[in-house]
C-alpha cells in the first residue's frame, strides 16, 4: 500500500475512536486512542522517514502545481462548457484589447486588430474561392505574424490548414500534401523553386503566392497579394459553427526516422496553452522571444497560443541567430525567451559577449536542453529560470520542469500517489522494448531510478488526456496499448525511457531505437551524445550502434562535426574515459564536415547508422578506439575487424 493511503487510513480510524469515545462520554477512552494512534504510526514513521521527509520537503513545489493545474483545469471545462474556439477566443481579445501588440516582426508592430483584419481577409479570399468546413490548405512561410494571421483566418472557415516545414523539398514535400489531403498551398517566393520542382507532381492542388513585389504574375498561380487588396476586413459569416472539437491545424512529426506523419490538432488542444501559461506562472505583462519555427509545436502553438490567447506580445524571428538572439532580447525587453532542440549548445559554443547577461530574461522554455550544459548556461547568461518541458505534438503524456531543477525534464508531485497520476513510466523489455505484464497481464510501473517508457493514460473528452491521433488512423493504433493498469484502460506510449527519482523529478534518457546494447549494457545515445559535445567542444556531434560481424549487440559509433579538422583526439580518448564507463564509448568514430538536421534542430542520424563504418565505401576519416587512444581505420584494420581477429 502507498505510504499517503497508509496514513490517510490510520488518521481516519484514530479520528473516528476519538470521535465514539467523545460522544459516548469516555474523556478518557479519548486519550488512550491518540496513545494507540501514535503507537501505530510511529513504525511507520521509523520506516518510511525519509519518504516522509522528502514528501514534506517537496510540498510547497508540488502544491504550487498542482493549484496552478487545477485553476488551468477549471479554465479548459469553461472553454469546453462554452463550445469555445481558438478563432473566438482571440475576437474576444480584439474585442476587449484591439490595440495590444501581438507580433513584433523586426521592426514592424502587429496589433490584435491588424491580425485579425489579415486573417479576415484570408477568410474573404478562400471563402469566395468555394472553400467549406472540413478542407485542408497547406501553408509553407518562415516565421512571421502573417503566418499566423493565415491559418487564423482559415480556421474561421473551418478550413483546417496543414504547416509545412520550409526545409522539405521533392518527395518529402510532396508526401506531406498528398496525405493531408490538401485542396491548395500557400506559399512565399523564397519557396518558389521548391513548389516548381514538384508542380507536375501535385495537380489539382491550387497554388497561392504571396509576392514580395506588386504586378507579379505566373500562369497558373494566384496572387494572393492582389486578392487581399480585394478581399473583405469584417468577420465571415459561415453556414456551420467552428467548436472546440474541430479540427484547427495540421502538424508534421519530425521525420527523423522516416517519413512525417500528420498529427491531428483540434481547437481543444490548442486551446490547452492555458496549462503551461499557468504552470510557469507567466502573464500578460511579459514579453516573449520566439525564435522557433512555426511549423513546429513549440513555436507554432506555444509561442503563438500565448500571444493569440493569453496576450503576451510575442517578437518572431524568421530563423535562429546565435548572434542574434540575445541582441533581440535586449532591444525588445523580453522577459521570457523559447528554445528548441540544440539552440541552447549553440549559444554555449558561441565566443563570450557583453550582451552575454545584459537581457532581463527572467524564463527560458523549451525542449532539448542537454544537462550535461544546464549549469554552464545559467552561469555564463544568467537567466532567472529554465523550464524544460517533456511532450510531442500528438502525445498526452506531458510534464514541465517548472522549478528549473538541472537537467529534469519535468516532475510528478509526490504528494498524489503514483497510482493517480495519468502520466507515468512502465517497466519495458530492456531488448524488446516492449511492456513487462504481471500474472494479471497488466503493466508494472518502474520503480525509482528504474528507467522505463513513459506513457500517458488517455481519458476521453478531457482536452489534456485524450489521443486525437493521426490522419494514418493504423498508426495511431500502434500508439496506443490497451489493458494498461485495469481491464478496458488506454494508454499513448511516447516510445521514450526516462527515469523517476526519489524526489519526483523525471529526466530523458534516451528514445527507443537511439538505445543500444553493448557488452551486455543499454546505452542511452542522448547520454553520450551530451558528454560527447562537451569534452569536444560544443560540437554537433551523434552517437549510434552499429552491427560488428561475431559480436553481440551493437558497438558505439559517434559522428562529429569538425570540417577545419581540429579535433584533439587525444584529449577526447582521454575525456572519455574519464567521464563514461568503458561499455558506453563509442568503439568508432566518424568526423564529418555536418550533420544533417530536422527544421527543429535534431541531429539525424539513421543514413549515418546504415552506413556503418566501411572505410571502403565512406571518403570521411574514420576511428578506431584502442585502449584510450583513437586510431585511423584503414582497409587492413577494417578487415581484422570484421574477421574478429581485432579484440575490443
Known sequence: MDIRLLLLALGVIGAMVAAVASRLGFPGFNKIAQIFLALVLLPVLCRFHRKLYIICKMLPRDLRLIYRAIKSELEMKVLSRKNMSVTKAFLKRVERYP??????????????????????????????????????????????????????????????????????????LIHCLRIA??????????????????????????????????????????????????????EPVVKEEIGYRDKLIYI??????????????????????????????????????????????????????????????????????????????????????????EMCRYLLNAPPRPTDSAHCLRIMFGNGMRPQIWSDFVKRFKVGRITEF????????????????????????????????????????????????NAKGFCIRADINEPGMCIGLIKEGNASREFTGYLDKEASKKKIIENVFVKGDKAFLTSDILIQDEYGYVYFKDRVGDSFRWKGENVATAEVEGVLSNIAGYRDATVYGVEVPGMEGRAGMAAIVDPENLLDLKALGEGLEKALPAYARPIFLRIVKEIEMTGTYKLKKLDLQREGFDPNKIKDEMYFLAGNKYIEITPELYQEIISGSRKF
Open 181 to 234: 489531403e490538401v485542396k491548395s498551398i500557400i506559399y512565399v517566393e523564397e519557396y518558389t523553386s521548391a513548389i516548381d520542382d514538384i508542380k507536375d507532381s501535385i495537380h489539382g492542388i491550387a497554388r497561392y503566392k504571396l509576392y514580395n513585389k506588386p504586378g507579379a504574375s505566373e500562369d497558373g498561380v494566384h496572387n494572393l497579394n492582389e486578392l487581399l487588396s480585394e478581399a473583405s476586413t469584417k
Open 390 to 437: 517533456y511532450g510531442s505534438s500528438e502525445g498526452n503524456a506531458n510534464i514541465l520542469n517548472v522549478d528549473g531543477q538541472t537537467g529534469a525534464v519535468g516532475f510528478l508531485p509526490l504528494i498524489i500517489p503514483r497510482s493517480l497520476h495519468p502520466v507515468t513510466i512502465i517497466r519495458i523489455n530492456s531488448e524488446t522494448y516492449e511492456p513487462v505484464r
Open 99 to 172: 490595440n495590444k501588440t501581438c507580433f513584433i516582426v523586426q521592426d514592424q508592430v502587429w496589433s490584435n486588430y491588424d491580425v485579425n483584419k489579415y486573417a479576415n481577409q484570408i477568410a474573404s479570399v478562400f471563402q469566395k474561392a468555394g472553400y467549406v468546413k472540413g478542407d485542408a490548405v497547406a501553408l509553407m512561410m518562415p516565421s512571421r505574424a502573417e503566418y499566423a494571421a493565415i491559418w487564423l483566418g482559415l480556421a474561421k472557415l473551418g478550413v483546417v490548414t496543414a504547416l509545412i516545414n520550409t526545409n522539405l523539398r521533392l518527395q518529402s
Open 252 to 341: 508534421y512529426t519530425s521525420g527523423t526516422t522516416g517519413l512525417p506523419k500528420v498529427v491531428i490538432v483540434p481547437h481543444s488542444r490548442f486551446l490547452l496553452t492555458v496549462l503551461p501559461y499557468n504552470l510557469m506562472g507567466l502573464n500578460s505583462k511579459d514579453i516573449l522571444y520566439n525564435p522557433n519555427p512555426l511549423y513546429h509545436t513549440a513555436g507554432g502553438m506555444l509561442g503563438i497560443g500565448f500571444a493569440l490567447l493569453k496576450g503576451i506580445p510575442t517578437v518572431l524571428r524568421s530563423k535562429f541567430s546565435v548572434t542574434s538572439y540575445w541582441t533581440d532580447c535586449i532591444k525588445h525587453k523580453c522577459t521570457a525567451a523559447q528554445y528548441v532542440g
